[in-house]
């Protein structure tokens, strides 16, 4: 009886809704624009070239108007951004930091075997970054002594540094290409790093300048925001309305590393069936 007790008396750990509502949005969002991408980038020119049907033939003319859209490079940067703050404040509430950084290094190792081995390389994007930036946490976590208020400061001082230092570095690159380095090896530090290099090529690339610096902002700012770690909107939150955007909040980290396989197998039986049928041609 006195077991029960205390397990009834043990603290439930409630997840903050806005937090996986945010995630889950910029998730779909993501799904379309790779979506969109493909189809644009990889399949529709097969499409056209099959004489496939005219809503395929106008679902690729609507993909490559997407695609250079004004609309579309707002958003990505935003939904990135969002990306990278939400990253920074779960660090907050996670119980292992360390461990969940190295799960995200090797999902990010994995992918960019895989997409090596498909000619498609994916050198340092999104999941690379983000490994980057929790371990960069968990490192700053270690030199404030595990101290919240420290780490907070440290994390927002230094998140502001990257990005003031990115937009500077940012507005001398373009007027000097070489004015930093010429030198594909020191990619994955920024944009402005590759001096006037053309033959470097990533599918996804978010280099550490400035994404970390939006995660570490992320991470300044979540003892602020979250001090009791509960949610700031609970009364928006009633009904539990948003709970189909919670859902792809929780599983981002598989969305992150599956979506694009699912997306392909999608658009080839799409040729299968209705474009070359019974063959998944699709370039």
Known sequence: MRKNNAAALKPVRSRIWELDFLRGVCVLLMIFDHFMFDIGNIFGEAWAAAHGTEFFNGLYERALIYADSPLRLVTRDIVVWIFALLCGISCSFSRSNLKRGIEVALFALIITAVTTYLDMPIKFGIL??????????????????????????????????????????????AIDENAFADNNDWYFIADWMLGDSRDFYSADYYPIFPSVGYMLVGAGAAPLLYPKKRSLLPWLGEYNWHAPFDLWGRIAIWVYVLHQVVIAVILAAVSWLFITPGDFVII
């Open 128 to 173: 690379h970054m983000f490994a980057v930036a929790i371990l960069l946490w968990v490192l700053i976590n270690f030199i404030a002594r595990k101290d919240a208020r420290r780490t907070a400061v440290i994390c927002l001082a230094v998140g502001i540094m990257v990005i003031i230092i990115n937009e500077f570095c940012s507005a001398r690159y």
